[in-house]
């Protein structure tokens, strides 16, 4: 072997890459010319300090500020989930509500339909508000009226009058500042009417019968205006008439 | 660190206890962030990065599947964000250059054995920091190759697939980075005098 041939293959010499055959050879030349012996030896410092770096310190401040972003990665995390935990909830209990009505009438395939999981967050969760008890029981059967689809959760949030169902509901939105604040002291002052708080722009009242709610809606509607635009701050009123 | 407890910890970071990422981490952040350094040749934007890196790893550990390794793992992570950190920067066009450690840093993390005497130290550090300035002159496409195969001790076949570059390609970079290095090392100058002496010694033997 050549001086020229050694050092062309010296890189992959020292990186083992060579089938055993060359290797020998190198071998040979290499106890033979002390000059490709220093360029190996050389190469070889070269590589062996490149693998120890052992002696790069890490800065001081690494590993706490690193910790630190951990930590204030996993708050983020905990309160979003939480939040998601909340919306999810809250928009299972909405859908319940326009569906619970119906339950009993359901046949068993549209039972199956039905998601477990939201129903039991709801028991966990919201036991104690009206709405989780509208939900489970007062649902005489209205199979016919019973809209199917999927993505119950969605639509119901977008469309509420698609679920025409047992019961009468009106989806209402306040179009001013001045308007929200004249139906949140009409809310106040409603007597008889049993009014719940869904989150903090949607605000649920439950009736017995359609005159008492069309009574409401007539008063609401000579002091707010009706028409839905888009506002910065608006509340969304649910006018629910139970079934009997 | 026994493999068990790696696994335990393991299992209890990947159901989000920080803690024990924080003994896991702990273990790799110093080679993370020397591969970084070597990798980028900046000790800013190697922080920057080994912060990201050990954020990922935090991140995608609940995906993470116990039957390969540990630090296989991360140091893959590693490579691929310096190697992003590298397409980036190229297209933007910078150069950067490799800073010292300061001396005062070197000093005060100095633990003195009887196996690793002080004299041998200073000069292991001084070679060091040597080698790392004359890899932040070469091209970064060399750089990638010489702390693949150098540092992280990849075969040719494992540095084609990670780079999709053929083995031939791998092999002939490597040996033209080797001579590069070897060449910038050589200079009759600072900071590379050190190594011109110690080599030239050797040469003057002959």
Not at chain 2, 17 to 40: D, N, P, T
Request: some cysteine; overall charge negative.
């Amino acid at each position: 072997m050549r001086c020229d041939d050694y050092l062309k293959e010296l890189s992959a010499y020292i990186d083992d890459e060579l089938d055993q055959e060359v290797r020998k050879t190198m071998q040979t030349h290499q106890l033979q010319c002390d000059h490709c012996k220093t360029m190996y030896e050389t190469y070889k410092l070269i590589q062996d300090e490149i693998g120890n770096s052992n002696q790069v310190q890490l800065p001081q401040t690494f590993h706490s500020q690193l910790m630190g972003k951990i930590q204030h990665e996993k708050q983020i995390k905990t309160s979003k989930r939480n939040k998601y935990l909340w919306a999810y909830t809250t928009a299972a209990a909405v859908m319940l509500v326009v569906l619970g009505v119906n339950q009993q009438g359901m046949n068993v395939n549209q039972q199956a339909r039905m998601p477990v999981a939201p129903y039991q967050l709801i028991q966990e969760e919201k036991d104690d508000t009206a709405l989780a008890r509208a939900t489970r029981e007062e649902s005489p059967p209205k199979e016919e009226r019973f809209i199917e689809t999927d993505g119950l959760v969605e639509q119901e949030r977008h469309d509420v009058s698609r679920f025409n169902i047992a019961i009468e509901k009106t989806k209402w939105q306040v179009e001013t500042q001045e308007d929200l604040e004249k139906l949140k002291q009409l809310l106040v002052q409603l007597e008889n009417v049993q009014w719940q708080r869904i989150d903090d722009t949607v605000v649920e009242l439950n009736f017995e019968n359609h005159q008492a709610k069309n009574d409401v809606y007539q008063q609401f509607q000579q002091e707010v205006s009706l028409e839905q635009k888009d506002v910065q701050e608006s509340l969304v009123v649910l006018l629910v008439v139970e079934a009997p | 660190m026994e493999e068990h407890i790696e696994k335990k910890l393991i299992q209890q970071a990947q159901k989000g206890s920080h803690q024990a990422f924080e003994k896991l981490i702990v273990e790799h952040e110093q080679r993370i962030y020397a591969i970084c350094l070597r990798m980028l040749g900046n000790e800013q934007e190697a922080y920057d990065a080994a912060q990201e890196v050990c954020l990922k790893v935090w991140r995608q550990l609940p995906q993470f599947e116990s039957h390969s390794k540990l630090s296989t793992w991360l140091y893959r992570i590693t490579t691929n964000q310096c190697l992003d950190h590298l397409r980036k920067q190229k297209r933007k066009q910078e150069v950067s250059f490799y800073k010292y450690i300061g001396e005062e840093e070197r000093e005060a993390t100095y633990e003195e054995t009887t196996e690793n005497p002080i004299g041998t130290y200073i000069e292991e550090v001084a070679l060091q920091d040597v080698i790392a300035q004359a890899l932040s002159q070469l091209k970064s496409e060399y750089r990638i190759l010489i702390v693949l195969r150098d540092m992280q001790g990849y075969s040719y076949e494992q540095i084609s697939n990670h780079l999709d570059l053929p083995v031939g390609t791998v092999k002939s970079r490597i040996s033209r980075a080797r001579q590069k290095l070897k060449k910038i090392l050589m200079q009759n100058k600072e900071p590379y005098s050190s190594f011109f002496r110690q080599i030239g010694k050797r040469e003057d033997g002959l």
